[in-house]
């Protein structure tokens, strides 16, 4: 039996990403929630005329450098 180890989650609240994954790739993005449990986050996308909060895998994010 193997137990497979994830690493933490290195988003926080606030933090601007950049969307790496899915149908919005490409977009700037803020983070709204972060859930360690299920490894997802819930952004607001930058651009869009208006905000929707929007669930997406951890994995579908890289945070972009201040």
């Known amino acids: 039996y193997l137990s497979e180890e994830q690493e933490d ?9 950049e969307v790496v994954g899915g149908g919005f790739k490409g977009e700037d993005a803020k983070v709204n929630r972060v859930d360690d449990t299920n ?28």
């Not at 989650?9 to 990403?17: A, F, P, Q, R, S």
């Not at 819930?42 to 945070?63: G, S």
């Open 9 to 17: 989650i290195k988003i926080e609240l606030g933090d601007k990403v």
């Open 39 to 66: 490894r997802e986050v819930t952004i607001e996308l930058l651009d869009a005329a208006v905000p929707i909060p929007t669930t997406v895998d951890v994995d579908m994010v890289r945070k972009q450098s201040s």
